[in-house]
C-alpha cells in the first residue's frame, strides 16, 4: 500500500521506518529541513536501539523516503498524523497548533476515498473536531483515530507487535469501510494474533490517555508506599514483589525510585485533567492531581536524601550524578527526574556533574548552567556523593569496589532502587534507597 506519514519526530519517524518494514510504500513528511536530511541518510535525528539498523536496511529497498513535500501525499491511500501535542506553555491543556496545520495542509492533498489515520495523542473531541475539517475540503475522505502505544527505548518492537490495535471510527460500525484500509495496513501483525479493537472516536482517544493515567497511577501509588516505608522502616522493592505477585495487581510499572517522567506521562495527565475540567467532569480526575504531585515529590525527597548523605549541608558538596535521560535506553530529556534533582542540589550549593551515555547534548541544550561529562570514571572522581537516577545497565553493574577507589566519600542514593545494597554496604559505602530501610 502506499502510505503518508505526516510528522516525522519520535512516533513519525519510527511508524514510517515501521510501515515501510510492513512492506508498504512509505514518505515520510517534515516542515523541518535538518530532520529530513538525517532521516533520508539513513539516520535517526534521536537515540533509539535498532531504528538506525532499520533505516540503512530499508535504504536498499527504495520503500522509504523523507520530504518536506506536503504535495508527496497525493496517491497515498493512508495518511497518517504524528505530530507531537506538547504541553501548552504555562498551562496544562495540550497544544494541538501542529495537529490542527498538520490536517489542514495535508487536506488540500486529498482524494475521495483516502484514509487519514490520527496516531498523536490528543484530548477527547479532537478528532471529531477534525473530522469537520477535513469534509469542508474533501467529504469523500475519512477521518479514523488509531492511537499509539509504543514506549520509548523498545518502539520498534512496539510498532510491529503491539499489545493491540485500537481503530476510532466515525460510527463506531466493524463494517465502515475505513475498517478494512487499516486492516490491509496492519495485515502482518493482525495475522499474528494482535488483538484489534473497532470504537467510536472519543473512546479510541481516551483509550490512549486512560493507559498512560493508569500507568502513571501506579508508579504513584507504589512511590507513595515508598513514603510510607520511609516513615516505618519497611523495604518498598520487596513489598512491590510481593504485591506484584498478586496478578490482578502485576509487579510492572510497581518500580519505586524518582518518579516518572517523559514526553508523554507527565504531560498527558495533565492534558487529561485540563480536558475533564473543560467537559464538567474535573471530579473524575482530581486523583490525577494527587498523581502528580506525589511523583513531584520524589525528586524533592532525592534532594533532602542528598543532603542526609553529605552530613547536613550541600554548600560545596562534589555531586556525581548519573543518568539525564528519562529513562535508559533513550537520550530523550524531556522532563527528566534526573536533570530536574540535578538542577535543583545545584541551585542549593552543590558542585554537580552529570554524566549520561546518550544524552547529554540534549542534556546540556535544557540546562545549559550544569556541568556535564561524558566520561563515567571522571565523573565519579573525588565526589562526595554518587547519585543513580537512571538504571542504564553499566550503571547498574558498577563494582563497589572500584568505584570506591574513584571517590572522596563512598555515599551512594540509589534514586531507582537498581542495585544490591547489602554488597555496597559490605564494600564500605552508605547506601540509601528510595523507601528501603
Ligand atoms: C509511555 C507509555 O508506557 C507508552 O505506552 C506511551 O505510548 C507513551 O508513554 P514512555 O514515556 O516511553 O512510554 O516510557 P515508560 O517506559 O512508560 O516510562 C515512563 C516513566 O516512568 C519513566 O521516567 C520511567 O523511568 C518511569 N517508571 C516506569 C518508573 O518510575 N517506575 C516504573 O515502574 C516504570
Same mark, same amino acid.
Given at each position: 500500500m502506499r502510505i503518508s506519514v505526516i510528522g516525522c519526530g519520535y512516533l513519525g519517524a519510527v511508524h514510517a521506518a515501521c510501515m515501510a518494514k510492513l512492506g508498504h510504500e512509505v514518505v515520510g513528511i517534515d516542515v523541518d529541513e535538518h530532520k529530513v536530511a538525517q532521516l533520508s541518510a539513513g539516520h535517526a535525528p534521536f537515540y533509539e536501539p535498532v531504528l538506525d539498523d532499520l533505516l540503512s536496511e530499508l535504504e536498499e529497498s527504495g520503500l522509504l523516503r523523507f520530504t518536506t513535500d506536503m504535495s508527496a501525499a497525493r496517491g497515498a491511500e493512508v495518511h497518517f498524523i504524528c505530530v507531537g501535542t506538547p504541553q501548552k506553555r504555562g498551562e496544562n491543556g495540550a497544544d494541538l497548533r501542529y495537529v490542527d496545520a498538520a490536517v489542514a495542509a495535508l487536506a488540500a492533498h486529498l482524494s475521495a476515498g483516502d484514509v487519514v489515520a490520527g496516531k498523536s495523542t490528543v484530548p477527547v473531541g479532537t478528532a471529531a473536531r477534525l473530522a469537520e475539517v477535513l469534509a469542508d475540503t474533501e467529504p469523500g475522505a475519512t477521518l479514523v483515530w488509531n492511537p499509539e502505544f509504543l514506549r520509548e527505548g523498545h518502539a520498534v518492537t512496539d510498532t510491529l507487535n503491539p499489545d493491540r490495535f485500537v481503530y476510532g471510527i466515525p460510527d463506531g460500525s466493524e463494517d465502515h469501510p475505513a475498517v478494512a484500509v487499516l486492516d490491509r495496513v496492519y495485515e502482518a501483525p493482525l495475522a499474528g494474533g494482535t488483538p484489534?479493537? +473497532?470504537?467510536?472516536?472519543?473512546?479510541?482517544?481516551? &483509550? #490512549?490517555?486512560?493507559?498512560?493515567?493508569?500507568?502513571?497511577? #501506579?508508579?504513584?501509588?507504589?512511590?507513595?508506599?515508598a513514603e510510607v516505608c520511609e516513615a516505618t522502616g519497611a523495604d518498598v522493592t520487596r513489598l512491590a514483589d510481593a504485591i506484584g505477585l498478586d496478578d490482578r495487581i502485576g509487579r510492572k510499572f510497581l518500580n519505586a525510585g524518582i518518579g516518572?517522567?517523559?514526553?508523554?506521562?507527565? #504531560?498527558?495527565?495533565?492534558?487529561?485533567?485540563?480536558?475533564?475540567?473543560?467537559?464538567?467532569?474535573?471530579?473524575?480526575?482530581?486523583?490525577?492531581?494527587? &498523581?502528580?504531585?506525589?511523583?513531584?515529590?520524589?525528586?524533592?525527597?532525592? &534532594?533532602?536524601?542528598?543532603?542526609?548523605?553529605?552530613?547536613?549541608?550541600?554548600?560545596?558538596?562534589?555531586?556525581?550524578?548519573?543518568?539525564?535521560?528519562? #529513562?535508559?535506553?533513550?537520550?530523550? +530529556?524531556?522532563?527528566?527526574?534526573?536533570?530536574?534533582?540535578?538542577?535543583?542540589?545545584?541551585?542549593?550549593?552543590?558542585?554537580?556533574? &552529570?554524566?549520561?551515555?546518550?544524552a547529554l547534548a540534549n542534556a546540556a541544550r535544557r540546562f545549559p548552567e550544569l556541568p556535564m561529562e561524558q566520561d563515567l570514571e571522571t565523573t565519579l572522581q573525588r565526589a562526595d556523593a554518587v547519585l543513580l537516577l537512571t538504571e542504564w545497565q553499566e550503571y547498574r553493574e558498577l563494582d563497589p569496589h572500584l568505584t570506591k577507589a574513584l571517590v572522596t566519600s563512598p555515599r551512594i542514593l540509589d534514586g531507582r532502587n537498581v542495585l544490591d545494597p547489602a554488597k555496597w554496604r559490605a564494600a564500605g559505602w552508605v547506601y540509601k534507597g528510595l523507601g528501603r530501610p
Open positions: 484489534r479493537l +473497532v470504537t467510536d472516536y472519543a473512546t479510541a482517544e481516551l &483509550v #490512549k490517555t486512560a493507559a498512560n493515567s493508569f500507568l502513571a497511577t #501506579k508508579i504513584s501509588f507504589i512511590n507513595a508506599m516518572f517522567g517523559g514526553g508523554c506521562l507527565p #504531560k498527558d495527565i495533565r492534558a487529561f485533567m485540563a480536558r475533564a475540567g473543560e467537559l464538567g467532569a474535573d471530579q473524575a480526575l482530581t486523583f490525577l492531581r494527587e &498523581v502528580d504531585a506525589i511523583n513531584m515529590r520524589r525528586r524533592t525527597r532525592v &534532594v533532602e536524601l542528598t543532603r542526609e548523605l553529605c552530613g547536613g549541608t550541600l554548600l560545596g558538596q562534589r555531586i556525581a550524578v548519573l543518568g539525564a535521560a528519562f #529513562k535508559p535506553e533513550s537520550d530523550d +530529556v524531556r522532563d527528566s527526574p534526573a536533570l530536574s534533582a540535578a538542577a535543583q542540589l545545584q541551585l542549593q550549593g552543590a558542585v554537580v556533574t &552529570v554524566t549520561d551515555p546518550q
